[in-house]
């Protein structure tokens, strides 16, 4: 079981949405994009002249350069490519508004406004909006569009290209005025009527949609929109822009990559692909290489503002506060007012973990531009994970008042309205939110154990929060999911994000509404190992140090399939190297990557531990603290690079695999290898295979080029290899090979379930189980037999030393944990039969007849208390049964 880091109801109410049907799924950021087949009749109409069709051509991005015959046409393909050295810019042929949106793009607001004089079309109107919001005249802007809104509404416009930039004037309205929730029915309204009825093919309202629903967080259905736009304009940069900022937000930096090359397919220097690919470094938590990418854009486009807001972003993801503040300055004499910078360096600084300076870069943002809801929503959830919680509902309540539209916040603010009337119960270091009814179960077994946790994790990091930790109990998987992120889809069961602990109750129910029982105290040993270390280093802690810091106090040992996992990646040369593991974990490439990033960064740090000393990690925590990035902590802290802890790293990991028992040389193969060529009919059918397979080669190739002949090479490794006879492994090739190899575990596990495939399954068989046990340590397969084996015996009592191995690497069944406690209680031992009662509980708090065992066991050692802490439980769990009143209060009568 792992856990997330950083990651209600679906969707109640207003947001509550049907089943959606499985579609075939397209990626994110496609690999190509053709035109459709209806835009295409279009252009092939056969009523178009030659002028339209190449106007066509040109607005649907499958232009040639025959149809670039015109400075208009020409200005249109520059302005989409972002090639604003194109001499077209300065040909006053070219219509006013193509030049105004280039200068509006470069940053050069004050030129938009100069040329823009005197200009009243709406395009126009909100061109000039566009570049006074930029300079943070927000009046102003509001102005400009005030006129041509009214008459978009009071009279009905049957041009498409006029209705959809009269939709941004009224975003630009938006977000100076504060209307979202008034507007956003009445801009989708009519995007709706200017795609559906005005003009099917207008691919720019479907764009100006897709930015409506994502700004909206709905961003299924803004990437399905941006499809629809490349359907009809396989060359659009803003729809490939959009595309790859989604997938850098959910951590698709692949797709991310791809888009950044659809747009160098269109401009080989396109400064969109410069910011997709600097906002991608940042979020990677790589400031200097994202600074790599913005400082030569910077130099083209000193005035792109959102150039300048990333180039502030990644000062402050360096930790460099004064670097970032000149940044800001540089800002703000562009734009003085603009909220845009603080809005950017906020939200990365949050994503960093950094909630202080975050919160005060987005209130400095909300009190720039107070109708603007992006930074009031990302403050609001910002508060809700740093556990700020009245700070939060006020943001919320005040946003989603501004915009009832947004998902996230609505969700989020849902939940912590309903959070208000949870219960609380509040220990030395804790304090514990539960929602009040059956859940009331688990929470009393809490307080003991949780205490217990920080003392046995602040000891082993020799350091302790400032202030008590909030453990959140969700009572389902959707409420836990908003919790976390503000949308009801996660695929974890707790999460830390720093003060605030999330998780959902280990529960058994329908799919969906729970994730299944797991050991609670185990996992609250993980996240609050990284609510220590994230407090420890300021946040600042790397991805996979904080994970493997967790991974390490749950002080469980390292289950069989976790330990062939990192063999098979040893042998295979797939370990993460410190650059990729970090993204391993949010954004794996293969099914199984996130489940390697946990084990192989825990190994990582047995690795240090060994090498460095238990301290060494608490040395390194220190750097962070101090703002070190990992080259420079490590140097610091261990005395080696990176590189060199990293190579060090394989060479200890060679060993360790040996010493599981999973490197055993030769291999099984390799020994029926050598079985075939000791055996002469064997080579001999080798032999004949081989000339065959080259007979056959040769045929073939000889009817490819019509010959054979000298000097012709005949590539072999294209065809499938020699079919080698086939063995059939022996008990005497088994024995023999044993003989030379007795340590061998592979032939001593052959070995074994030959017998028992055999039937072979008594006391004869111990021997050869203990003995494989002991040749393979990690693998829980010899102690389950003999567990059994024992269970069936006339001393049951043996099998416990089995029992205890499985129950130890045991997280989703208290099965093993509710034999023990049995076993040890017929043998007399109740406070062992007492400790695994309560670790059946612990993975099963709902369980009532577990809960009746624990009771029993209490009430033989006399330990009152507990007794009635669980039969009040069973009140709770089974309320129509009289007979646990009845118990309750003869427990009652016993203590007192």
């Known amino acids: ?100 949106e280039a200068l509006l793009r470069q940053g050069r607001l004050h030129e938009v406004l100069t040329l823009l004089e005197g200009e009243l079309s709406l395009r126009a109107s909100r061109i000039g909006a566009e570049a006074l919001e930029m300079l943070g005249r927000h009046d102003d802007a509001a ?23 009269g939709v941004r004037a009224l975003i630009v309205r938006s977000r100076v005025q504060g209307q979202p929730a008034q507007d956003f029915q009445t801009m989708m309204s009519l995007l709706g009527r200017a795609q559906r009825e005005l003009d099917r093919l207008y691919w720019p309202a479907l764009f100006t949609e897709a930015e409506l629903l994502h700004d909206k967080d709905d961003t299924r259905e803004a990437v399905n929109v941006l499809h629809e736009v490349l359907d009809l304009n396989p060359r659009s940069s803003e729809a490939w822009y959009m595309l790859g900022r989604i997938a850098v937000s959910t951590f698709d930096f692949a797709g991310a990559a791809r888009a950044a090359e659809h747009l160098r397919q269109l401009n080989p220097e396109h400064p969109l692909a410069d910011l997709l690919l600097a906002e991608a470094w940042l979020t990677q938590d790589d400031p200097e290489a994202a600074q790599e990418r913005l400082m030569p854009l910077l130099d083209r486009l000193p005035k792109l503002r959102f150039g300048r807001a990333l180039y502030a972003a990644s000062h402050a993801i360096l930790y460099d506060d004064e670097a970032m503040h000149a940044a800001l300055a540089y800002f703000d004499e562009l734009s003085p007012g603009s909220a845009q910078a603080h809005f950017t360096v906020g939200r990365h600084l949050s994503f960093n973990r950094q909630y202080e300076l975050a919160a005060d870069m987005l209130e400095e943002a909300i009190r720039r531009q ?55 119960l509040e220990t030395e270091h804790f304090i514990i939110r539960y929602k009040p009814g059956v859940d009331e179960v688990m929470v009393r077994m809490m307080p003991e154990r949780l205490e217990e946790i920080h003392r046995v994790v602040t000891e082993r990091f020799a350091f302790e929060p400032d202030r008590k930790t909030v453990i959140e109990l969700m009572p389902d998987h959707q409420r836990f999911a908003v919790r976390i992120t503000g949308m009801p889809f996660i695929h974890t069961i707790a999460a830390c994000t720093g003060p605030v602990i999330a998780m959902e109750v280990p529960r058994e129910g329908r799919r969906g509404q729970h994730s299944g029982l797991y050991d609670w105290p185990r996992v609250l040993q993980h996240e609050y190992t990284h609510t220590v270390t994230l407090a420890q280093t300021r946040n600042r802690i790397p991805h996979w140090l904080t994970e493997a810091a967790a991974v390490e106090m749950e002080l469980s040992p390292r289950d069989y399939n976790t330990a062939q996992m990192l063999a098979r990646s040893f042998e295979q040369g797939t370990l993460f190297d410190l650059d990729e593991i970090k993204w391993a974990f949010v954004r794996p490439r293969q099914p199984g990557d996130r489940s390697k990033a946990y084990a192989q960064g825990h190994w990582m740090l047995e690795y240090m531990n060994e090498r460095f000393g238990d301290d060494a990690v608490i040395r390194l925590l220190e750097r962070y603290f101090e703002g070190d990035r990992e080259q420079a ?59 065959e397979r080259l007979e056959r080669v040769a045929e073939a190739m000889a009817e490819q080029i019509g010959r054979v002949g000298e000097g012709d090479t005949l590539d072999a490794e294209q065809w499938p290899p ?32 030959r017998r028992m495939n055999d039937g072979e399954m008594d006391e004869r068989i111990i021997g050869l189980l203990q003995r494989y046990a002991e040749l393979r340590p990690i693998d829980p397969f010899p102690h389950q037999q003999l567990a059994r084996l024992y269970l069936a015996s ?95 209060e003869a427990v009652r009568r016993l203590r007192d």
């Open 1 to 100: 079981m792992r856990h997330g880091c950083t990651m209600l109801l679906a969707v109640m109410g207003l947001f509550l949405t049907g089943q959606v049907t499985a579609q075939p799924q397209r990626a994110l950021v496609p690999p190509h994009a053709e035109l459709s087949e209806t835009a295409r009749r279009a252009i092939d109409a056969p009523w178009l002249n030659d002028h339209e069709r190449a106007v066509l051509r040109v607005f649907h991005g499958v232009w040639n350069e025959s149809d670039l015959s015109s400075p208009e046409r020409v200005a249109a393909v520059a302005l989409n490519a972002w090639d604003f050295d194109h001499p077209t810019f300065e040909d006053d042929a070219v219509p006013v508004e193509l030049r105004a």
């Open 143 to 165: 102005a400009a569009v005030a006129d041509p809104v009214r008459q978009l509404m009071r009279r009905q416009t049957e041009d498409a290209a006029e209705l959809t930039d």
């Open 794 to 888: 006339e001393d049951p009592t043996r099998a416990i030393k089995h029992l205890e191995y499985l129950d130890r690497r045991e997280e989703r069944s208290p099965v093993f944990a509710v034999q023990l406690a049995r076993l040890y209680r017929s043998n007399g031992d109740l406070d062992r039969a007492m400790n695994k009662a309560t670790r059946a509980l612990h993975i099963n708090p709902y369980h009532a007849a577990h809960r009746e065992l624990a009771a029993a066991i209490a009430v033989e050692v006399r330990d009152y208390d507990t007794a009635e802490m669980h039969i009040e439980a069973l009140t709770l769990l089974e309320p129509d049964r009289p007979r646990h009143q009845a118990r309750l």
């Open 633 to 691: 902590a490590m140097e610091s802290a261990l005395g080696v690079s990176r590189e060199a802890f990293y190579e060090d790293f394989l060479l200890w990991a060679e060993r360790q695999v040996r010493l599981w028992g999973l490197a055993e040389r030769p291999t099984v193969a390799e020994l029926v290898d050598e079985h075939r060529l000791n055996d002469p009919a064997m080579v001999q059918a080798i032999d004949e295979a081989h000339q």
């Open 370 to 424: 107070p109708a603007w809801p992006a930074p009031q929503i990302e403050l609001g959830l910002l508060e809700l994970q740093s556990g700020r919680d009245a700070r939060s509902l006020h943001a919320l309540q005040d946003v989603v008042k501004l915009d009832p539209f947004n998902k996230r916040a609505a969700n989020s603010l849902f939940l912590l309205e309903e959070l208000t009337e949870y219960s609380r």
């Open 722 to 753: 020699v079919r080698m006879p086939r063995v059939s492994i022996t008990d005497e090739m088994i024995n023999r090979w044993l003989e030379r190899y007795p340590d061998h575990a592979d032939l001593v596990e052959l070995k074994l379930r």
